[in-house]
Every structure is written in structure tokens, then in C-alpha cells.
């Protein structure tokens, strides 16, 4: 199992940053691929997941309309597109993949890999 983000930075509010999570080819052709974040003294909250046939996207209703999840099957990567950066999106942002069930997707915890994570940092 191996996942590895990149991506993350300082940008200022309204800015725009583009996150990296390139996986195993194993791990990437399991059911869901996803990202969540945690800020600072804050549990790990769901951001958005894709499913393997990079066909449905879900999102967390805070991001929606300003996040887009994406997948490169050729290169096993998933991306996070984050535009409108806001304070609140300051997080370390981490890349997961599940085996488990739609109706579990939002939920961090069905994701049992997880990579490393990526810090972002919205701040003036």
C-alpha cells in the first residue's frame, strides 16, 4: 500500500492550489479513493472521494462548488482541485483509499490506507 500526496502551500484567500496523491496500482484501483483534512485541534473531516471509475464524485457540502476531485487512471493519481481558498480550508490534507460502502464514503473512518498528509495554509 503506498500513497503519496504533495501539493500543499501558503496561498492567500481566494487563491487556488492544486493537490497530488499518486498510489500504488493496487491501492488505486480499489473501490473509493478519497481526501480528508484536519486543522489545527481539529478531528479529520471528509473533503471529497471518487470512485474507481472515476464516473461519481462526492463532497463534503463546505467545499462543494470550490473543490473538484479528479483521477488519472494511466499515472494511478488522484487530484484535488481547490479554488476559493478560504481561512477555514487551513488544514493538513491527506489521501486515503476504501473497500467499503457508499453509504460510508463521507466517513473517514471507512478508509483504512492513508498517505501522509500535505499541509495548506490559507492565510494574508
Known amino acids: 500500500v503506498q500513497l503519496q500526496a504533495s501539493g500543499g502551500g501558503l496561498v492567500q484567500p481566494g487563491g487556488s492550489l492544486r493537490l497530488s496523491c499518486a498510489a500504488s496500482s493496487r491501492t488505486f484501483s480499489r473501490r473509493y479513493m478519497g481526501w480528508s483534512r484536519q486543522g489545527p485541534g481539529q478531528e479529520r473531516t471528509f473533503v471529497a472521494a471518487?470512485?474507481?471509475?472515476?464516473?461519481?464524485?462526492y463532497y463534503a457540502d463546505s467545499v462543494k462548488g470550490r473543490f473538484t476531485i479528479s483521477s488519472d487512471n494511466a499515472k494511478s493519481t488522484v487530484y484535488l482541485q481547490m479554488n476559493s481558498l478560504r481561512p477555514e480550508d487551513t488544514a493538513v490534507y491527506y489521501c486515503?483509499?476504501?473497500?467499503?460502502?457508499?453509504?460510508?464514503?463521507?466517513?473517514?473512518?471507512?478508509?483504512?490506507?492513508w498517505g501522509q498528509g500535505t499541509l495548506v495554509t490559507v492565510s494574508s
Open positions: 486515503a483509499s476504501s473497500n467499503g460502502v457508499l453509504s460510508a464514503v463521507r466517513q473517514p473512518r471507512m478508509y483504512n490506507y
Open positions: 471518487i470512485a474507481s471509475s472515476g464516473a461519481y464524485t
